[in-house]
Each structure stands twice: as structure tokens, then as C-alpha cells.
């Protein structure tokens, strides 16, 4: 077990480093980031001046080791916009995010396992089609435009809950419905292919002999074992949910991260570009890396391995 | 002998299927008695693993069980509710399966396992009921019982995961065990030891045991009633001794000859092998169902054939008097 | 000799041949169907779309604005209305098809063929090879698509080739994950060993032995993510950062209709609702695809 999480631990850090790499090249793409902070109506002056007070006339392979180092120490530079560290901007933003994330999944595995369990139960039940329905539905809806049609009806036309901000708990119920929506397709099928593949196993039929209650053979055996796969699955959606609060974020007026990265993206703030993309990455490399170590202890047969 | 805890009268098994309906149990009589073993015996699909589950009551519900008697120590096992037969199952009946290596659930310790079937039935504290599994594993022969009711399934080999499905089935020390082909999935070696393990506790716990199986070698060192089975029905039932030294059913026969019984074959001659497929079960069923591979086939198979006594207890369906055609018949 | 024993059984003449089996399958699977039906439809407006519409989607006429549907009692012959710059929508609606199956086909090919070439390899290969692709497919999963996506098309400017090529580039993880199972399982069997064994190039091998063993999976996932490619483009283009105006893309549509959301909600609703179609369309036949070409994935 610990040999596993420390190969693990290994693995994340590797692609933590490749992914800070990538993150910090992809901005160079540009050609000269000088000329972009200084703007169109500088001169060639203002530009070498730039050029050399961010240091970006260092070669790029220094450039990347001293900005790393930086990192670590969470110091990702100034925002050229905000005029403020980046590092501070994302903190200060980060809380945000993190709780809609979290909302958001919670929301997603509320309905999708037991929907999935309920579609394995009964195959071909209304109740399974119903599912079946809402998951080809979901993958298939843009999460902006479902986020607008949800503000059109609960907001203008109900005013049930606010359609911008992030002041109050009630701010946070579209967009929690709407980034969790996302990732409920995935999870129900695969809660729902789980419990077919368990149900038909021999050890459920034990449990049946054994005098099991249909309940409990569901839940405290079946359940148990299908959950497995979920548990990665969840958290590689809430990497990919907080991908997705770019979006939701933006259109909710959350000032979240990611309402932070829309930010920075349209004012070509590079600095905070670049820390974002790390953070985020960083994010799911350790949720999965969580997830990887939870599985383990929920399956015996990765324990001892 | 005393009276049987099991009857079964006329059972019979139907699965829906696209092109009609498969009917793949046709109205079979068994009994069994507390001490008494009883070997039901056929090839796979001939119905007797859907048998033993109609009983335990364990058939999906794509499967239409009805039958004129089925009953467990005087309870009408056809109008139990769902709660009394949960009450029943592996309290007072048990099962264990064919594939030990499938059986148990491999996110569970063997000690959870054994305590959850005992505490399903019992006011029981957790930890007596442990107490009780550990018992239960020296009683099946495994040692250290201790450490490995801290073990997970993936632990132990298919012949320890084995036992350890038979202390789980008898840990409410049930009036009737059904093995389903116990020992098909082990080695040669370990098949022995569970076999002898088995019958030695349905003498200690004076329990009926029910063995389903294919192997007639098996069958001949345990068995006290032997019902052997051929496309959903049986063919002939009776005491072992009986069928063994007169077997009167032509695939009974053939199922003899398929095996080497000192005694029975000399040296050098050739095992019997039966040819033929099995027949389709979809529809109807008319006459002898053995008729297409039986090397005693007359016109009048096609006709009905009633199970018939030969002697007491020992009971055959077929047309020829002694399973075999008399001279008369072939002439004529 | 028993007459019944010549006489074929019952499940021997019941038993569909295999042509049969498939033409059920994909006949009796409606959501395959419905689903290329609507994706055909779609694909010939986009084709057909000067001949469907007699307005340009790029001539303005200022006085006549907003116009609704005709459906919505909107009275010109403008049958889904104008825009906020008086441009007829259906003639936008119908050319931004254009766009989203661009898109699609032109990032589902781009990171096909980067996906295929590493899962392959990888299954193939194994040993290094496959550590090194799976290393790869992990630094991909672990950066935020759309927030990368949104970065590089802002700084290389959103042209509609820069869209296809950078989502295409993003996009491959899931043909490299599927290929490089499908190869693993390919590579194991006899006929694999026996071209081995002949002395059998491994460039040969790979296209005529093992590519066109993985094709139902390859095509499966091309499908799925050529409607991955159309949404996030149409995310990447409402937020304003994706393809720019005046091209007609569907998700730049919703964008310029989002202000006017509270009064002409069609404006928002038309382009949003056929996105959905055709992303549910293109869904619907990769599912049915997989079902019908898998043995055992029935479910």
C-alpha cells in the first residue's frame, strides 16, 4: 500500500512538472510577451525597457526554472492587469470556485448513483429509459446555453433565485445545477453499468442465500463493490468541473477562478494566464491522485498489492 | 427411515424466451430426509442447478416456477412471502455454489462474511458471532482460523475459499444443504477432501444434504438416494445401491459406462461414450425425451411414458419393463 | 433409424444468419437511426445552404432588426427573423452549420490521428513506449481544456482553422486511451502472432493487421469527439474568445442574443436548440455505432 502511493505520489509529481512546463511555454507562443504587455502605441524603447524589467531577454529554459522556483514558493509575479500578485488574486478567488465545485459534485453523485442504481435494478424500466434519457440529453446540452435558459425561467420570469453574483448561498444554485448537470451523465452510467456487472456476480447470489434482504444485498453488497470505479470517476470530473467554472463562472458573474481566467484571457494578463492553468492542473492531479489512494483502500485486492 | 424435510412434487420450470417458451424443468418428484443424501445427478443443462435454486427460491424472475408440492418441513414453500422465505434461506436451508473463487465478495473480510450470515438469523453480538465463525472454520478444517477471518477472499486459494463457503452455509447449522457441483471448480486433490468433509458433517449435524453433481464417481461414494436427471426430467430415482448395481434407464446405463468403476469394466475395454445432443427444450415435449440418442428406441417412444416403480422406491421412465428391449419387441 | 434425428432442431432454423443479425441491429436500434437521419439533415442544409436561403448571412439591414419568426407572428419574409444587425437568422443558422461541422470533423481528424498513432504505438510497443504514451495522456488529462484552449486561441487570434487546429490538438486523450486497449487486445491474437512469425514488416502489421481490427472503437470515439469538439467550440465562441465576429457560429449567435434574452428569447433558444440537435444527433450515432458493432456492449 504505501509502495503504491509512494509510485503514485511519483507519478503526480512528474506530470505536475510537465504540465507547469507546458503551462508556462504555451505563452511564449505569441512570440515576444514584451511587445503584448507594452501594448500597440508603445515604442521600441518602452518594449526593450519591458523586455528587461520582467526578464524576458534571459534565455527561456532560465526563464522557466526561475518562474518554477518562484511557484513553489507561491509567487507566480505580478498581474499585469490588477497591478497586484497573481498569487493573492487567485487566492483571493479561489474560495469561490472551490465551493461551487464542491456543490456541484455533490449535487451530480445526490442524483446520479441513485439513478444509476435504480436504472440497474430495473433495466428497461420507464425509470431506466428516464435516465438513459437524461444522460444522452445532458451530454449533449450546452452548459451556457442550459445556463441561460435556467436564468430566463427561475430568474426573469420566477425570480426565484438571483441570475448574477456570488454574495449569497441562493447565488450559487444555477450554477450548481448547471456544472453539476455536466458531469451527472458519466456518473449515472457508470453507477448503472457497475450495479449490472455486480448484480450478475456470484457473491450477490450468496448474499441472496444467506437470507440477505433485497436492501441489503443492494446497498451493503452490491453498492460497495460498484462504487469503486465511481469514487476516480468523480474526481476527474471535479478536475474537469473547474475547467468547466470558466464558462458557468462567466456567465453567472461568480468571481470565482474562473471568472478570473476569463479575466485575465481577454486582457492577455500572461502572468496570471499561466499561474491559472498550473493551479487547475494542479487541482486534479491531486484529486485524482486522492481518488487513486481512496480506491486502494476501498478495494482489498489494491490494498495489499 | 424418518419423514422427508423436503418434498417436491411435480416441479416444474418455465423460461419465456423469443421463440416460445423453454421449458427447462418438466415436473419432477424428489424427497429428502433429515441424515439422508440425495445425488442429483445429469449433464450441465439438464435442469438441476435451476432445481436446487427453485427450492431455495433463488430463481430470477424471468423464470415461472409452479409445482403440485413444494414443501420444507411442512411449510408451503410456493405461498412463503418474500420475508419468510429470507427467514428460511441460510438459516434452516443453505446453499453453497460451483465457483468459490466468484462466491464471496471480495470487498469484505471472511470474518464479516461468516458473522453477517449468522447475524442475519441470530440476536448476536459481532463478536460472539466471530467467536462462532472461527468455530465454524476449525469445523471445516481450516487452521488458524483467527488470522483468517481477517483475511479477504482474494487471500486464500479456490479449495480454502471453499470451505469457507461451507462453514458460511452451516453457521445456523441448517436442517438442509444444497451443494451445487462443489467441487467442480477445485483440483482433483482438494474435490476428495471437500467431498469427504461434507458427508462426514451431514453425519455430525444429522442434516439432509442435496448434492448436485455430473460425476457419477462422486455419486456412488455418498450418495444414499441418487435422482438422475436428462433434459428437465428425471429418468430414474432410488436408493444408490439400487441404480448402481441395477441400473435400468438407457442413459443411466450410458452414464456408467462413461466412467471406469473397478469391477464393472475389465482391462482394456473401452469407456461408453452416449452420442447425440441434447434436444431443444423450446415447446412441447412429447414421449420419451431420450429417444433421439437411445440405442433402445422403438415407434412407440414417441407415445406418453409414465414413471413406473421397479421396485420399492426405485423408479423409471421408460417403456421397455427392464430398460431394455425384450426379444418380442425387436422381431416385431 | 429415428426419422426425427435427420430433421434440423428448432434453434438450428430459428438461428438468424449473421447479415440478418446485423441488419436488426441497426434497424432496430432507433436511436442509431433517428440519429443519422438528423445528422443528414442537417449536413445537406449546411451544404445546400445558398440554395436555402435566398439572404446573405453577412448583409445587414439596420432598419429591420429583431424581426421575429414568422412562426412568432413576425411579419417579413424573414422566416426565423433578423438579428440585432437586421441579418436573416436562418441564412446565419444555416451557414453557422457550416461552421460547427467544420469544426467537428476538422478536430476529431486532427487529434484522431494523434490519438491513434500514440495508442497504437503504445499497445503495440508496450514497454516503454506504452509508459511514455500513458505519461502523455495523463499530462493532457491534467490540463483544463478550455481554459487552455481559451488562452492560445486568444494569443494566436480566433480564425476558424486556429479553432479546429487547437481543439485538435487538445482533444486526442480518449482516441490514445480506447486505441491503445483495443491494440492491446488485437495484438494478443493468432493472426497477429502468425504475421510476426512470417516475418511480416511492422509497418505492414500495424495498417493491415491491426488498424482495421481497432476501426469500429476508432470510429465510435471520432464520433463522440467530433460533438465534443462542436460544443467546446461553441463555448470557446459565446464567451467571445472562440471564432470571431461576424462569422456565424451558434455559440457567437447565443452570445449576441444573450442581452436581448429578457425580451426576444427566441434569439437565444433557436441557435441553442438546433446545437443541441446536432451534438444529440452526433451522440446518438456513435452510441447506436458502439452497440451495433460490439458484441457484448448491449447495454
Known sequence: MLGFILKRLGLALLVALTVSFISFSLLYLSGDPATAIAGESANAQDVQAIRELYGFDRPMLVQYFDWLWNALRFDFGQSYYFKLPVADLIADRLGVTMRLGLAAISFALIVAIPLGVVAAMRPNSLIDKLALFLSVAGQAMPSFWFALVLISVFSIKLGLVPASGSTSWRHFILPTVVLGYYAMPAIMRLTRAGMLEVLSSDYIRTARAKGASEGRVMFRHALRNAIIPVVSLAAVQMGFMLGGSIVVESIFALHGAGFLAWESISRNDLPTVQALILVFSMFYIVFTLLADIVNAWLDPRMRAA | MSEPILKVRDLRLDIPVPAGTLHAVRGIDFDVAPGETLCIVGESGSGKSLTSLAVMGLLGSAIRRSAAELSFDGIDLQKASRRQMRALRGNRMAMIFQEPMTSLNPAYTIGDQLAEALRLHRPISKGDALKRAADLLRLVGITAAESRLRQFPHQLSGGLRQRVMIAMALICEPDLLIADEPTTALDVTIQAQILRLLVDLREKLGMALILITHDLGVVGRVADKVAVMYAGELVETGPAEQIFRNPAHPYTRGLLDCIPVPGRITRGQRLGTIPGIVPSLIGRQAGCIFRDRCPEAIPACTGDIPLRELARGHRLRCIHPQGRRIAEEISA | ?299
Open chain 3, 1 to 299: 433409424m429415428n426419422l426425427s434425428q435427420q430433421l434440423p432442431t428448432a434453434e438450428q432454423i430459428l438461428q438468424p444468419s449473421p447479415a440478418a443479425i446485423l441488419r436488426k441491429r441497426i434497424f432496430g436500434h432507433s436511436g442509431f437511426m433517428i440519429g443519422v437521419a438528423v445528422l443528414a439533415v442537417i449536413v445537406l442544409m449546411a451544404i445546400f445552404a445558398p440554395l436555402l436561403s435566398k439572404y446573405d448571412p453577412y448583409t445587414q439591414d439596420l432598419v429591420n432588426r429583431m424581426v421575429p419568426p414568422s412562426f412568432m407572428g413576425g411579419e417579413s419574409d424573414h422566416l426565423l427573423g433578423t438579428d440585432q444587425l437586421g441579418r436573416d437568422y436562418l441564412a446565419r443558422l444555416l451557414y453557422g452549420a457550416r461552421v460547427s461541422l467544420f469544426i467537428g470533423l476538422f478536430a476529431a481528424l486532427i487529434s484522431g490521428v494523434i490519438g491513434t498513432a500514440m495508442g497504437v504505438a503504445a499497445g503495440y510497443f508496450g514497454g516503454r513506449v506504452d509508459a511514455v504514451v500513458t505519461f502523455l495522456i495523463n499530462v493532457r488529462l491534467a490540463m483544463p481544456v478550455v481554459l487552455v484552449a481559451l488562452a492560445v486561441v486568444a494569443i494566436l487570434g480566433g480564425s476558424l482553422t486556429v479553432v479546429a487546429t487547437v481543439l485538435g490538438l487538445l482533444l486526442w486523450d480518449r482516441y490514445a486511451v480506447v486505441m491503445r486497449a483495443s491494440t492491446l487486445q488485437v495484438a494478443r491474437r493468432e493472426y497477429v502472432a502468425a504475421a510476426q512469425v512470417i516475418g511480416t514488416s511492422t509497418p505492414r502489421i500495424l495498417f493491415s493487421e491491426i488498424l482495421p481490427n481497432v476501426m469500429n472503437n476508432l470510429i465510435v470515439v471520432a464520433t463522440l469527439e467530433m460533438a465534443h469538439a462542436i460544443l467546446l467550440e461553441a463555448a470557446l465562441s459565446f464567451l467571445g474568445l472562440g471564432v470571431q465576429p461576424p462569422t456565424p457560429s451558434w455559440g457567437l449567435m447565443i452570445a449576441e442574443g444573450k442581452d436581448m434574452m429578457l425580451f426576444e428569447s427566441w434569439l437565444v433558444m433557436i441557435p441553442g436548440i438546433i446545437l443541441f440537435v446536432l451534438v444529440l444527433a452526433i451522440n446518438l450515432m456513435g452510441d447506436g455505432l458502439r452497440d451495433i458493432t460490439s458484441p457484448a456492449g448491449r447495454n
